[in-house]
């Protein structure tokens, strides 16, 4: 007689997301600070792309921290990984394996 085998699917819970918005606010602020020192000062081309660049890197520090991100388990290995708070579908950095969000779960990727 054959047995069969149920499939269950490896799932895990996804945390709560907490956006930063002090922290946030003062990456918006320094890179308003660096745009207004570019334009009232008159800095020579290495010193105008260094502060692009901060102000790059800061508007996308306020994004992140604006955003939230969410705390989860790999359903495949178990290790700790971010999502972003709306994001559908997340990979894996160890692993490199794709899972699904459904609800406040994310599931691993069944094939068929």
């Given at each position: 007689m054959a047995e069969r085998l149920e499939n269950k699917v490896r799932s895990s819970e996804i945390g709560k997301a907490k956006p930063k918005i002090i922290l946030g606010s003062i990456c918006v602020l320094l890179s308003a600070t660096f745009v207004f020192i570019m334009l009232t000062e008159r800095?020579?081309?290495g010193g105008l792309l260094l502060q692009s660049f901060a102000v790059a890197v800061l508007l996308y520090f306020a994004y992140v921290n604006f955003s939230g991100y969410c705390r989860?388990?790999?359903p495949y290995c178990e290790k700790d990984i971010h999502i972003k708070r709306l994001a559908q579908n997340a990979k894996c950095e160890?692993?490199?394996?794709?899972?699904?969000?459904k609800?406040?779960?994310l599931e691993e990727v069944i094939k068929n």
């Open positions: 800095t020579g081309g989860v388990k790999c160890f692993c490199k394996s794709i899972s699904v969000r609800g406040d779960i």
